[in-house]
């Protein structure tokens, strides 16, 4: 349980796809102007990278090592489809708010880098807290973002007013520069926490997990070109 545990922290603070492997960011910083769109997005890419992992990791020894990557990707596809028909069908404001980025999950670096790193190689026990983990660490990240953007570009969250009615807007934090602003308070939040942490004892085989948490998302990065 002890290691299950450490596996499952693992993304939300010290290999937190964002604040830390600083992948994904595209998507990440692009709907965080609103608290529903960084919740919604978080959801989505929990869901799609608890599937994925769950059924590479059930059938990784019936995948050819020639052909892996394009099982990954029809593998994501997939549950990618069925969340964006899903917030289509069920929530359509939501949907259409976060247009292009939902399909676009299938290209996150994320997904790709923890199905090829992780899931490809460990038993089901292991991935649904890694991905349970990973998703946390990113939904955490988007939400905290997307609070202070929208809090402080409109007065309101989640479109409720919460701060008076004398108070003026700050549109720059509504702004793409805004974004990259929060976004780099939060990594400073998470390098804080971190080092908070340094004096806990670790369990055995810490760092060769996070070593393989790393290098899987940067192959991840490779095999898309790159891309964030």
Not at 139 to 168: C, F, H, K, M, N
């Amino acid at each position: 349980m002890k290691r299950l545990f450490r596996i499952f922290t693992n993304g939300i603070v010290r290999e937190n796809p964002l604040v830390t492997l600083m992948i994904g960011l595209c998507s990440a910083l692009a709907v965080t102007t609103e608290v529903a769109n960084g919740i919604g997005m978080g959801l989505s890419m929990t869901f799609v990278l608890l599937m994925s992992e769950l059924v590479i990791s059930l059938f990784r020894k019936l995948i050819p090592e020639s052909v892996r990557i394009p099982i990954f990707i029809i593998i994501i596809a997939a549950f990618t489809t069925v969340i964006d028909y899903v917030l289509k069908a069920y929530f359509p404001d939501l949907s259409k708010a976060m247009g292009v980025f939902i399909p676009l999950i299938v290209v996150n670096c994320i997904i790709m880098g923890r199905v090829e790193g992780f899931a490809s190689k460990r038993p089901p026990l292991d991935v649904i807290p890694d991905a349970l983990g990973m998703g946390l660490g990113y939904t955490w990240v988007l939400t905290g973002i997307a609070l202070v953007r929208e809090l402080l570009g409109s007065g309101a969250i989640l479109g409720v007013q919460v701060l008076p009615d004398s108070y003026q807007p700050i549109l720059f934090f509504i702004l793409p520069p805004g974004g990259f602003f929060v976004f780099a308070l939060f990594i400073s939040l998470n390098l804080l926490i971190k080092s908070r942490l340094k004096s806990a004892p670790e369990g055995a085989g810490a760092a060769a997990l996070d070593d393989t948490s790393t290098a899987g998302c940067a192959h991840g990065a490779h095999v898309h070109g790159g891309q964030a």
